[in-house]
């Protein structure tokens, strides 16, 4: 592509911002290269502020779509210019923008490190000139740390974020004051129930007891100060949850009616539905279970009305609850509604993330279109340049689409083999499992029946076949509960810093029987002083799974050995046996992440989920998890984890 000069590139972006949906974005990623491209240009100052423009209705319109992948992107280009320009204001902006994208798509960490630096910079800003702006920036991204510390279930330091921010608060002025005072309250008031959870006695009570306290004064300030029905229905809620775990009931049910009513004069839905399900539990915790319910099926049908998914889950789960007190099969349908809407939000290929802003252009849309008429009147010789120009980028754009129009053929094409697996699964698993307490029912009746007349042999015999049938449902159970431990969330817990090689020979331990039946030795090649940060439960599933097959797989009298390769941030951990191996035909199929049952060297019977477990549990956690292996030679599985920072 030429070079464009400013000039060009000014009346493109004017066409950009009068653009409308994906042509929009795909215009402004070529008027930024082309902004690029014009940097051997002197004096072109109009392009470099076009390219700023542009990367920020970049990050602005991803944002407002819930791209958060592409926010990272175009935040973190966007830093190395304003690094480059120390301008420390706008850089505060992105590190403040990259911590929501973080924080929306689950990387806490990184979303706590840049909050931090937001902070930071806002703190250098203020020492510079104050300026209440920077205060109030700090306070808001603290308040999103203490989120994420909460989420990540640190109530102390979801605590201490809290704290800090009531405590930078400083003199209460206007209503805007007052209400971000009770939010801090409020959020705080929340975390100490929380925390009350666990305790008993009088650190329980002294804990609810400033739960009661904060939440008072929280919804004093909400209703004083013309805060939004939707949070003062909030703060009743939390302060209805206290007076119930301060044992005082008729309060609490006095103040949940209040913010129902509340809500119901808003016609809110979603908080109609939440606070239906706390009314639920608050009688189900007191005994009353068929009036339970019927607060349950009320937030049953307001969630079904508004599509409130998570909502919907949690009102089936209380329901389930209240009614297997009186009616175990309408406990048991409620479950089995529980568990197909829980099967359905995670199969769901995307998620539409929540919107919390809304960027709108329509005044700068409306000046660059004066300015793109402005320029047409003064020459004509510009209109015909930007034709061309324009013609050249529609046919760029066409081609653009055709290849996505390919893509995406080729994505659905991955998602339903993807589906065709995990429906495969469950059937493999579901199969396999009954015919292996089949087999073992069979042995046990034919012992019982004709014990008396059984030789030593045959019943030797008999516990031999019991034992491997145990074994072999041991594996599946095994794996079968993994699968489902991933279903549910659970590989999400917080990472945790564990010395690598004692969490191998944990792990090699549960195995010694297999591994003595067989003459097989593990070689833990591991150095003692390794230590990681990472997922531990991810971490012992996978390995689980590896050393499962490796045993499986191995020769009579073989060795299998573990051993980890270090690289700058993370560790490579890799099992290695001297097996059968597996063919290309069979590698093939498991890089396509199918599943297909094999057999042992033993003749170990195996579902062939393991694998296929073992990767989506990586996949989640950020990993990798890579197969090498030759027919007849063995086989070397490696998954990474990350290397503590000592």
């Known amino acids: 592509m030429v070079a464009a000069n400013a000039h060009e590139i000014d009346s493109l972006y004017a066409v950009f911002l009068g653009s409308r949906g994906e042509n929009a974005v795909r215009l402004a990623n070529v008027i930024v290269t082309m902004a690029g491209d014009s940097a051997g240009f002197t004096n072109v100052t109009p392009s470099d502020v076009m390219n700023d423009k542009l990367l920020k209705s970049l990050i602005f319109w991803h944002f407002d779509r819930s791209e958060m992948v592409e926010v990272i992107s175009y935040s973190n280009k966007a830093l190395e210019q304003y690094s480059q320009k120390e301008d420390l204001f706008n850089m505060a902006g992105c590190y403040n923008t990259l911590g929501v994208a973080y924080q929306r798509t689950g990387q806490l960490e990184e979303a706590i490190d840049s909050y ?60 805007r004051d007052y209400q971000d005072m ?12 929380s925390q009350s959870e666990s305790m008993e006695g009088q650190r329980r009570k002294e804990k609810v007891e400033k739960a009661v306290a904060l939440s008072e004064q929280a919804l004093e300030y909400s209703l004083d100060h013309n805060d939004s029905p939707n949070k003062v229905a909030q703060r009743q809620m939390v302060l209805a949850r206290a007076y119930f775990a301060a044992g005082r009931e008729d309060e609490a049910y006095t103040m949940i009616e209040e913010a129902l009513h509340s809500a119901e004069t808003e016609e809110d839905l979603f908080v109609q539905a939440e606070i239906e399900t706390l009314f639920g539990h608050f009688l189900l915790v007191d005994g009353q279970y068929r009036d339970a319910e019927n607060h349950f099926q009320k937030a049953i049908a307001l969630s079904k009305e508004g599509n409130y998914d998570e909502c919907l889950l949690n009102a089936y789960k209380g329901a389930c609850d209240a009614s297997r007190h009186f009616d175990a099969n309408k406990a048991l349908a409620y479950y089995e509604m529980s568990s197909a809407l829980k099967d359905s939000i995670f199969n769901e290929s995307q998620q539409a993330l929540v919107r919390d802003y809304q960027v709108k252009y329509d005044l700068a849309e409306k000046e660059h279109q004066l300015e793109i008429q402005e320029k047409n009147n003064r020459t004509q ?120 090689l004692q969490t191998v020979e944990e792990g090699v331990r549960p195995h010694n029987e297999e591994l003595k039946v067989k003459g097989l030795v593990v070689i833990n090649d591991i150095a003692p002083s390794l230590q ?27 060795e299998i050995t573990v051993r980890a390769v270090e690289e700058d941030k993370q560790v490579w951990v890799e099992v290695i046996d001297h097996g059968v191996g597996i063919s290309q035909q069979r590698l093939q199929e498991l890089m396509h992440e199918t599943v297909k049952p094999t057999e042992g060297t033993y003749g170990e019977r195996g579902t062939g989920i393991g694998l296929f477990v073992s990767r989506q549990l990586m996949v989640k956690n950020g990993g990798q998890l890579l197969i090498e292996s030759e027919e007849g030679q063995g086989t070397t599985i490696k998954f990474n984890v990350k290397k503590a920072r000592l």
Not at 143 to 161: T, W
Not at 186 to 192: A, C, G, M, Q, T
Request: net charge neutral.
């Open 182 to 193: 009770a939010t801090y309250l409020h959020n705080l008031s929340d975390i100490y129930l």
């Open 532 to 558: 990681c940060y990472d997922k531990v439960n991810v971490f012992n599933i996978v390995f689980q799974n590896l050393l499962t097959n490796a045993i499986k797989f191995s020769k009579e009298g073989g």
């Open 116 to 175: 931090n630096r937001c902070n930071e910079l806002m703190m250098q800003l203020n020492e510079q000139e104050s300026n209440p702006f920077y205060e109030k920036n700090i306070r808001y991204t603290t308040n999103n740390m203490a989120a994420i510390y909460s989420s990540m279930g640190e109530l102390d330091r979801a605590e201490e974020m809290n704290s800090k921010c009531i405590n930078l608060m400083g003199e209460l002025v206007d209503d």
């Open 381 to 500: 010789a510009a209109e015909i340049i930007i034709l061309f120009i324009f013609a050249g980028l529609l046919i760029i754009i066409m081609v653009i689409l055709v290849r996505l129009i390919r893509v995406r053929k080729k994505q659905n094409k991955t998602l339903a083999r993807l589906n065709e697996t995990q429906n495969r699964i469950l059937s493999v698993a579901s199969h396999d499992v009954k015919n292996s307490v089949l087999a073992q029912n069979m042995v046990l009746k034919l012992a019982n029946e004709h014990f008396d007349s059984l030789s030593r042999e045959e019943l030797k015999e008999n516990m031999v076949a019991l034992k491997k049938g145990s074994d072999e449902l041991k594996d599946k159970l095994y794996t079968i509960l993994h699968w489902i431990y991933g279903e549910l969330g659970k590989e999400a817990n917080p990472p945790a810093m564990f010395n690598l």
